[in-house]
């Protein structure tokens, strides 16, 4: 069955990095773009961008334009999502999702990235 | 940009009852919707995608319906285990996402 594993909790300054993973299994990994979506505490979910694990193409929400970078390595089926420039309100657990017909239908079980100084 | 609103955003039902959420689009999106359940602290699952149509596995109870700008989600007969937030998430041409807020439901 399809899943989704992500690299576990991190904890950032402000101003850092982050990269998160996400590897798949269970289907072919070039075959379904990949989603990436972000949930800050108790908040709802705001979509962040996708890759296209094919091609390598990408498209971001505005507002992560310049911040975000997708990347992939098919011969490991892993997506990666990294977000610079960190800030507080960056805090958020952060999920991947494939994506089949414009609807998530396999996700990650997300990772909570805290910024902190 | 596509807006998604969704009503109520909470409500309490008793068991067995008809739950009806609804989401509207700032324009028309066509069937373009999908409608997700997140249990707290898990990732969202998905129920119903282009407005209508049962993800496989997914229990029965749950519907939807709609096109253009309203759209409706309905649990037959609300269960113990469908406590949970509830969004509807619209895609366009570019498979660029526009989630609702969320209603969350609980169990009087």
């Known amino acids: 069955q399809v899943q989704m594993v992500q690299s576990g909790a991190a904890v950032k300054r402000p101003g850092a990095s982050v990269k998160v993973s996400c590897k798949a299994s269970?289907?072919?990994?070039?075959?379904?773009?990949l989603h990436w979506v972000r949930q800050a505490p108790g908040q709802g979910l705001e979509w962040m961008g996708w890759?296209?694990?094919?091609?390598?193409?990408?498209n971001f929400a505005q507002k992560f334009q310049g911040r975000v970078t997708l990347t992939r390595d098919t011969s490991i089926s892993t997506a990666y999502m990294e977000l610079t420039r960190l800030t507080s309100d960056d805090t958020a657990v952060y999920y991947c999702a494939r994506v089949i017909s414009g609807g998530g239908d396999g996700w990650g079980q997300g990772t909570l990235v805290t910024v902190s100084s | 940009d596509i807006q998604m609103t969704q009503s109520p955003s909470s409500l309490s039902a008793y068991v067995g009852d008809r739950v009806t959420i609804t989401c509207q689009a700032s324009?028309?999106?066509?069937?373009?919707l999908n409608w997700y359940q997140q249990k707290p602290g898990k990732a969202p699952k998905l129920l119903i995608y282009?407005?209508?149509n049962l993800e496989t596995g997914v229990p029965s109870r749950f519907s939807g319906s709609g096109s253009g700008t309203d759209f409706s989600f309905t649990i037959s007969s609300l269960q113990p285990e469908d406590i949970a937030t509830y969004y509807c998430q619209h895609y366009d041409d570019l498979l660029t996402f526009t989630f609702g807020p969320g209603t969350k439901v609980d169990v009087k």
């Open positions: 282009d407005a209508s």
């Open positions: 890759i296209n694990p094919n091609s390598g193409g990408t």
């Open positions: 324009q028309d999106i066509d069937n373009s």
């Open positions: 269970g289907y072919t990994f070039t075959d379904y773009y």
